[in-house]
């Protein structure tokens, strides 16, 4: 499995950051991370967007998908074969969001560490394709600022800060339930949602900031692509199927 991981993303990922390097004047591996994390999400842009859709109906459904769990309460079989029916009419397919977002995670993981690598500054030509030449300058300063090897407080506290805003935007908080404990999904929920607005945001500063300032840039270049995609997402109406067919 390893072996299978290293064949056909990490390296692959490895060999679009040294393209960049090589044709970025300069040689700025700064520029190269968020380039490569750019052409990277942009491949996997079609995932991202249904796994973003799912998510987005499943939450402007709750009002009907919570009328048909109290109608039904007492029917479980009814229950299921109504909640589908919705799904259905919607064009759902709750699984499809999980299956999308299983995908992404490896290759996701491939960016973490092909950026978090003791080869980023130091090319390791046995690695390159045929058609890859490696780079004749390397800058490790992005921008001429930052190392990308080195650890900036600044770059970490503004991916921790994006990536905030990308949970506030993107994750909003069901509401508090009249009656706390009475409906322990919806408290899960709520107890998810906040942990993940709060907890979320400085994992990830920390991450960035005792790794390097290549993590970080790649934190940062994730949460704006995760924020404009929100945006698309949540431009485009959400209607039953056989309507927009129409």
Known sequence: MASLFHTFIYVPIYNLLIFFVDIIPGGDVGLAVIAATLVVRLIIMPLSFAQLRTGRV?????????????????????????????????????????????????????????????????????????????????????????????????????AALLQGAQIWYAVPVPPKPEKPGTDLSADFARSMALNMRFLLPVIIGVAAFYTSNAIALYFITTALVSIVQEFVVRKQKVEPVEVAAA
Not at 90 to 119: C, K, M, R
Not at 125 to 146: C, H, K, N, R, W
């Open 58 to 158: 499943m939450r402007l459904l709750q009002p009907e998908m919570k009328e048909i769990q109290v109608k039904y309460k007492d029917d479980p079989e009814r229950k299921a074969k109504e909640t589908f029916a919705l799904y259905k009419r919607y064009g759902l397919n709750p699984f499809a969001g999980i299956f999308t977002a299983l995908l992404q995670i490896p290759i996701l993981l491939g960016l973490y560490f092909v950026f978090n690598s003791h080869t980023l500054l130091t090319i390791d030509t046995a690695m390159l394709y045929g058609f890859v030449s490696a780079p004749s300058v390397i800058t490790p300063l992005f921008l001429g600022i930052f190392s990308v090897a080195g650890t900036s407080i600044f770059l970490a506290a503004l």
